[in-house]
């Protein structure tokens, strides 16, 4: 479909991002704190309750590639897009019982970062090190991403150039660095309210002029066994069966390992209010569920968009008028600016607490650590617009690919570290490098897609690139471990108390004051 400028459509997108920029900006008087800290700043102080910390999560995992990528996945590969569907629901049992442990500790001795926690659980600054650059090696093409979703709604309404996404950068990174997480914080109100308006909007709307959900699931049946590759509307083999549930599986143990993920944790004021988002973030996997349909929707609307990105565009161009075009397309756009705000300020944190001041300025003072964080808060997002300007898209699709695929290598660290310390610090370390090295090398060589073939004895079995790395990963570890304490090579000092991962006095505080705020 022709993009031709559309005068209407960008004065209605235009009013509604400067309102978001004004609530951006005023957001830093919301709950006031020094935001000459690093706590106050990149963490909000700890006291978001359930409604905040559910917008905020909600914000930071539900992106506006989310929004552009799983209709185009699934307008290509069908049943497969679909993946994104069953592991946002598996990740919520595991954000209900995990999760709180960690948000426990950190808030005894003030860790910012998923780095800070395995720093103190194993001594290992070594260790600490791996996690940082495997946070923010995955967070970077993220962000470039989200630039990515601006960018194609904007050239959707016949904005083309470099200028308008600039100019979007330069108001994300000014009211990140004045307000820090404060800013995407409201700003995901505004968001929320804007995307469920248009999901609900497009799903009635749309099924009723392609003739009901029946004509739109045929069409695609008839249209995708002629994809290339060719595509299905259900998987069919055993092959698509276990890729399917291996990366939904995969997936839901990453998602909450990504650093940005986590800045909503640690920002929460109890383990309650996680429990809570647990909970409540369903809706948006019914959301999600929603949004997914949109390209099969796109398939009976026999759209032929200019590349798989444009589907959700297109499809709000053929149907609605200039004045919802703008309001949709400013949903997706404001849907960019709160995940790459978190992004920043977690890949900021990551790289102040657990590069900078470990290893350059031991003893930074609190308030130079905050200034530090700002700085490279805005060199984070310059990298990623110049990454989004300089080289090709599909380069920052496979590095976020391959972003999953590593951020899964910190799980023996992080998450198992929650429950014991059995693991030797240079066994993780090790088994991170191997768990690495595997996932990428699966990757690469399927073209970057994210499930592998793998065959031994004559036996084949298909699954997520991730998972095969991460069960390397724990094989490793495992192993040294034994060879270490064989050894009698010394441990790293456990800073944390059993005592440190119990939130029973913060759920008593919190019966219902949660939901009140």
């Excluded at 100019?167 to 995307?195: C, E, Q």
Aim: charged share 10%; no cysteine.
């Amino acid at each position: 479909m022709p993009h031709k400028f559309d005068p209407v459509a960008l004065a209605v997108f235009a009013v509604l991002f400067f309102f978001v920029t004004v609530v951006g900006f005023v957001s830093s008087r919301w709950r006031r704190g020094d935001l000459s800290l690093l706590s106050e700043w990149g963490l909000a102080g700890r006291r978001f309750g359930t409604w905040v910390t559910w917008f905020l999560v909600g914000g930071d995992i539900y992106t506006a590639y989310t929004f552009i990528a799983v209709p185009a996945l699934v307008f290509g590969a069908g049943s497969t897009g679909f993946f994104a569907v069953p592991y946002t629901i598996l990740v919520f049992p595991i954000l209900f019982f995990v999760f709180p442990r960690l948000w426990a500790v950190a808030r005894r001795h003030d860790y910012v970062t998923p780095a800070d926690f395995a720093r103190g659980r194993y001594g290992s600054g070594g260790l600490a090190l791996a996690i940082a650059f495997t946070g923010i090696l995955a967070t970077m093409p993220y962000i470039a991403l989200q630039l990515v979703g601006i960018q194609v709604v904007l050239a959707a309404m016949g904005i083309s150039g470099e200028i308008p996404l600039i100019v979007a950068f330069l108001i994300l990174a000014l009211y990140t660095i004045w307000s820090g997480l404060r800013a995407p914080a409201l700003v995901a109100v505004v968001k929320d309210i804007l995307i469920y308006t248009t999901v609900i909007v497009m799903v009635i709307y749309i099924p009723v002029q392609l003739g009901g959900f029946g004509h739109i699931f045929d069409a695609a049946a008839k249209a995708l066994p002629h994809n290339q590759p060719p595509a299905t509307l259900i998987p069919s083999s055993g092959a698509a069966f276990s890729g399917y549930s291996t990366l939904a599986l995969g997936s839901a143990f990453a998602l909450f390992l990504y650093p940005h993920a986590l800045t909503g944790v640690f920002s929460a004021k109890s383990g309650n209010s996680i429990r809570w988002n647990a909970t409540l973030l369903t809706t948006y996997s019914i959301a999600l569920a929603i949004i997914a349909l949109f390209g099969y929707m796109a398939i009976a609307a026999s759209l032929k968009p200019a590349s798989s990105s444009f589907t959700v565009p297109d499809l709000v161009l053929k149907f609605f008028p200039s004045w919802f075009t703008g309001f949709a397309f400013a949903a997706v756009g404001i849907g960019a600016l709160v995940p790459a705000a978190i992004m920043s300020i977690a890949a900021a944190n990551l790289f102040t607490r657990n590069v900078y001041k470990e290893y350059f300025r031991r003893n930074i003072s609190d308030r130079e650590e905050s200034t530090v964080a700002k700085i490279v808060s805005l060199i984070v997002k310059i990298g990623a617009l110049a990454f989004v300007i300089g080289l090709p898209t599909q380069y920052a699709i496979n590095l976020q690919l391959l972003g999953g695929v590593w951020i899964l290598q910190t799980l023996p660290a992080i998450m198992i570290g929650l429950y014991t310390r059995w693991f030797h610090r240079w066994a993780l370390i090790i088994g991170w490098l191997v768990g690495m090295v595997t996932g990428t090398y699966m990757a690469a060589s399927q073209a970057f897609s994210p499930v592998y073939p793998l065959s031994i004895g004559g036996l084949s079995f298909t699954a997520y690139a991730g998972m095969f790395a991460v069960i390397a990963n724990l094989i490793v570890s495992a192993g040294l471990t034994l060879v270490f304490n064989a050894l009698g090579d010394t441990r790293g000092e456990d800073e944390t108390t059993s005592a440190d991962y119990q939130d029973i006095e913060e759920q008593k505080a919190e019966p219902a004051g949660g939901l009140a705020r």
